[in-house]
């Protein structure tokens, strides 16, 4: 028997896995802040309800990080208030972010999550941790499909150059 075996939940959560468990939370927080102002600028219905599934996930993970933080006695990050709901008319159109912005934004954080998520897995060696990382993953790949359906439907997707012809070989 090796000192880490048995429940997963009984062993020691090593530093590299504390950092990178309060660093999400602390992430998802400025995230979901982030987020909430968006929505006040996001004119397309589609894309309004991709935001609030955003950050329904997100709130979803922060359920299950804080609740690991707090059994291993870790305190928590702190967390910005809930953003005010604002008319869009209200927000002067050289202020308001557009929609493709918007969509390219959370396309982006959506990826960097992915690799993060990723990253979490590598380095757990709690099994617990690594399966919770591992769900998050699919999670954000989902949504991520979603999203670049969203990009592709809406024409707010700006490909780099395509490569069409195959050449012919000498």
């Given at each position: 028997m090796g000192i880490l075996s048995g429940n997963p939940k009984d062993e020691p959560l090593h530093y590299g896995e504390v950092y990178g468990l309060f660093t999400n939370l602390f992430t998802n927080n400025g995230t979901i802040s982030g987020y909430e102002t968006l929505m006040n600028h996001a004119g397309d219905d589609d894309l309004k309800k991709l935001i609030e599934e955003?950050?329904?996930g997100l709130r979803a993970e922060n359920q299950q990080l804080e609740e690991l933080l707090k059994s291993n006695g870790i305190g928590l990050p702190p967390a910005p208030p809930a953003r005010p709901n604002a008319d869009l008319n209200d927000i002067p159109v050289g202020a308001r972010s557009t929609d493709p912005e918007i969509s390219a934004a959370i396309s982006a954080d959506t990826a960097a999550g992915l690799v993060a998520c990723s990253q979490a897995i590598g380095q757990s060696i709690r099994e617990d941790v690594a399966m919770m990382y591992g769900q998050f993953h699919m999670n954000k790949a989902q949504?991520?499909?979603?999203m670049l359906k969203l990009n592709k439907e809406k024409g707010w997707l700006i490909p780099p150059p395509l490569h069409m012809?195959?050449?012919t070989e000498s």
């Open positions: 955003a950050i329904k949504f991520g499909a979603k012809s195959k050449g």
